[in-house]
Structures are given as C-alpha cells and as structure tokens.
C-alpha cells in the first residue's frame, strides 16, 4: 500500500481548483468582448445615420439655393451680371452719373409773385441753370424784399410754391377776420405749434384764422405775451403783403381795410378823420 500523503492530496485539490476558476473567467471573458463589439457595431450604426441625415440636408439645402438662383436669373438678369465676378479678359461695367435733374414744365415766369410758405410773398427775378455737384439744375432765384433775402427753388419741386390768392380768396379771408375768434382751451405750447404750423403751410385761409384767433384789437387791458405777439405779427404782415400785391393798394390802405375787419386802432382812425372836419370848421369863423 502506497502511503497518501496531505501535500500531494493538497495540491490536486488547489489544482484543479485553478482550473475550474480560469475555465470561468474564460467565458466570462468571451462573453465581455461580444457586448463590447456588439456595442461597437450600434454605435457605427448610428454614426452612418447621423451623416446620411447631414448629407441630406446639405443636399437639399443647396438644391434650394439653386433653384433660388434661376428664379433670380429669370427674373433680374442685369444684377445678376453686376453680382458676377468679371474676368481679366472682361470689359468692366461702366458706372452712369446722373448729369441732369428730372425735367418739369416752368409753371411760372420771371416777375411772377409766388409765395414760399417759410418766407411768404416773393418774386421771381430770374431763371438760372447752373451745375452744383456735377448736377445741371435749372432753378426760379426769389426775392423777398420785406426780409432783403434771396432764395432759390429748383423746378422739379416748385409744387411747394403756389400762386397769389384770388380776389374772391381775398374776400373770404376778410369774412374769416371778421368772424369771432375759435380759441382752444389747450396749453399754449401746443396752440403755438398748431398755430405755426398753419403759418408755415402757407395757406391763406389758415393764415386768416391764425391772425383772427390772436387778434386782441384795442383790448389793452387783455395780457398778451411775447411769444403770441411774435406769431400775430409774422401771420399779420404775410397776410398783408399778400392783400397789397393782390388788390394793388397802398401799404396805408390795404392795412386801414385789415384794421378794420379785426376792428383794431378804431379810435385813432376816428380822430384822424376827425381832425380835417375840425381844421374847416375854425378856417370858417377865421374866414367870418
């Protein structure tokens, strides 16, 4: 009988042991790598998708651009051509300045009274064509004798010019000053602004009311502050300019006939009147 040691029964038993472990962590090992490339592949999958999507919508993006362009083509070929970059062998665009302004008819003639609506009433002393930044413009030269001030307007915009009132206007005018005032109960900063609004528009009929509205006649006990005195004079003297060129009156007269309508300075046009009645009455006795 063969004697059976511990160590040798020891070690077949650790042995085999080992083995079993390293058969198991062989499995385990194998089954790690399949997950791995299986992992792998899904994510190459996904990749794939994500570019072909990117492809797409690059593809379809410039299809887009594309077609934009021939409709642009079709539509405007001249910007198309100036977008194009030129070769050497191309002859540049030529740029074109413009050298004359747009062409209208003269509605006026030189002497014509013409009002401007910043200045009033003015003359027309001449029709020049001069060149001001390469520019031909042909113009009407104003002249403003009340300000001794000269303007000029150039004859595609003499719209903002217009004619002298009518008689008939005129008329109306004085029934406008004779009328009784419309005063706003507003704040007077904006009455001034409407009120110079309407001055600067240079209708007559809003002048009328403007020189209505601010009137205060022989009223000295009635404040009225500078600002209110400055708007009535510039209405007052446009108007009155205008009413003497019109009617063809001295400057006395046609401010006598405005006086009277806005019923101011009554009492010193009564004295004047007066004063000759006086002056025959005494010749008479001296002459008794």
């Not at 042991?17 to 385990?28: G, H, I, L, P, R």
């Not at 651009?65 to 409709?71: E, G, V």
């Not at 006026?108 to 020049?128: A, S």
């Not at 009328?208 to 004079?233: C, H, I, P, T, W």
């Amino acid at each position: 009988m063969k004697k059976i040691s511990l160590i040798s029964t020891l070690k077949k038993t650790f042995k085999a042991k080992k083995a079993t472990v390293k058969k198991k962590s062989s499995k385990q090992i194998t089954k790690i790598k399949k997950v791995k490339v299986a992992v792998k592949q899904k994510k190459a999958k996904v990749n794939l998708k994500q570019k072909k999507t990117k492809i797409k919508k690059k593809i379809v993006k410039s299809n887009i651009k594309s077609k934009i362009n021939k409709i642009d083509k079709k539509e405007n070929p001249e910007t198309n051509n100036l977008l194009r970059i030129p070769k050497s062998n191309e002859q540049k665009p030529e740029i074109k300045k413009v050298k004359k302004q747009d062409t209208e008819k003269k509605e006026y003639k030189v002497k014509d009274y013409v009002v401007y609506p910043k200045h009033g009433v003015g003359q027309i002393t001449e029709f020049k064509k001069m060149n001001i930044g390469g520019i031909e413009i042909e113009a009407y030269i104003l002249k403003f004798e009340k300000d001794k001030a000269s303007g000029m307007v150039p004859v595609n915009k003499q719209s903002h010019l217009r004619p002298l009132a009518t008689i008939n206007q005129v008329n109306k005018c004085i029934s406008i000053l004779k009328s009784k005032p419309k005063i706003k109960r507003s704040m007077w900063s904006r009455r001034a602004q409407e009120y110079e609004a309407k001055i600067s528009s240079g209708k007559i009929y809003e002048l009328a009311e403007v020189v209505r509205d601010l009137n205060k006649g022989d009223d000295l006990m009635v404040d009225q502050s500078y600002s209110e005195r400055q708007l009535f004079e510039k209405a007052y003297d446009r108007i009155l300019n205008e009413f003497q060129i019109v009617l063809n009156m001295s400057l006395e007269d046609t401010q006598k006939k405005l006086d009277k309508a806005l019923k101011r300075n009554l009492e010193k046009q009564i004295e004047k009147l007066q004063q000759p009645k006086a002056s025959e009455e005494v010749s008479e006795e001296i002459a008794k």
